[in-house]
């Protein structure tokens, strides 16, 4: 086995080398040629660029800064657009009006408020069972202190088991 391998290995080494070769000589150019290059290379150098394309979902000039990333404008049809700056490019959406979060401002149907003095229990139902916490009233969100204050309002309304809507 040692002779075998010894052979190829001699035989690849043998295979690989080639006689040298000679390279061709430059040929010499006449002057005129040679200002003939010159010309067409002078010439390349002042093509244009192509423009930029313009990517679909970028904010026209007009667009306001909302201060978070993100452009906010109208086209002329009279919808409104939001713009963002992605990795990937821009991304532009459709202004709704709606709120970007979900608990600011309206009430989440599944959350149970009651209140012990100063701390305020929650109860949510999720798909993996019922999720328990405590707060201190001062300690609340938004959206929080908004199921909190419509806990108080159905109270007021007589309602027994308070469930926030």
């Not at 709120?99 to 599944?110: I, K, L």
Request: charged share 30%.
């Amino acid at each position: 086995m040692r002779k075998a391998t010894l052979t190829f290995v001699l035989c690849v080494a043998a295979w690989g080398q080639d006689a040298p070769t000679q390279p061709a000589a430059p040929k010499k150019a006449s002057v005129a040629a040679t200002k003939a290059t010159t010309k067409k290379a002078v010439q390349t150098k002042t093509v244009k660029a192509p423009a930029k394309a313009v990517d679909p979902g970028q904010p026209p000039k007009t667009a306001k800064d909302n201060g978070d990333g993100s452009f906010s404008w109208t086209d002329p049809k009279g919808k409104r657009w939001i713009s963002r700056k992605t990795p990937f490019g821009w991304m532009r959406s459709e202004n709704t009006g709606l709120a970007s979060e979900p608990g600011v401002g309206s009430v989440d149907p599944s959350v149970k408020v009651s209140e012990a003095g100063d701390n305020v229990h929650f109860e949510k139902a999720t798909p993996f069972g019922t999720t328990k916490w405590d707060k201190r009233k001062a300690d609340l969100t938004d959206g929080e202190r908004s199921a909190l204050e419509h806990a108080n309002a159905e109270r007021a309304n007589g309602v027994k088991e308070v469930v926030a809507k």
